[in-house]
Nanobody
Framework: VQLQASGGGLVQPGGSLRLSCAASGFAADSFPIYWFRQAPGKEREGVSCISSSDGSTHYADSVKGRFTIARGNAKNMVYLQMNSLKPEDTAVYYC?????????????????????WGKGTQVTVSS
């Protein structure tokens, strides 16, 4: 199982970025995909997830209305569109998956239960 996040960078407050997660080594469209983030000195935080069964999504309250998760036309791709970015969104963003935990608000709160992680991509929101 391999996951690779990309698309991070430096953006001004109010700007947008689109993160990509490329999955390989498993049927990515058959399992939920998660986005987590971790800021310096802070615990890893669930951002969003998308299910495999019905495409349902969940978001952390801090990003609702600003971030959108979606699967790509390619079955191994998942994207996180981030709009209206704030300095507090600055973090390393990781995509992840688990073969047992379904996408839910609860699973976003339990990063330690997620089995597979990719390397992160840095997002910095600063003027």
């Amino acid at each position: 199982v391999q996951l690779q996040a990309s698309g991070g960078g430096l953006v001004q407050p109010g700007g947008s970025l689109r993160l990509s997660c490329a999955a390989s080594g498993f049927a990515a469209d058959s399992f939920p995909i998660y986005w987590f983030r971790q800021a310096p000195g802070k615990e890893r935080e669930g951002v969003s997830c998308i299910s495999s069964s019905d495409g349902s999504t969940h978001y952390a309250d801090s990003v609702k209305g600003r971030f959108t998760i979606a699967r790509g036309n390619a079955k191994n791709m998942v994207y996180l569109q981030m709009n209206s970015l704030k300095p507090e969104d600055t973090a390393v963003y990781y995509c992840a998956t688990d073969f047992e935990a379904a996408c839910s608000s609860r699973s976003l709160q339990n990063y330690y239960a997620i089995d597979y992680w990719g390397k992160g991509t840095q997002v910095t929101v600063s003027s």
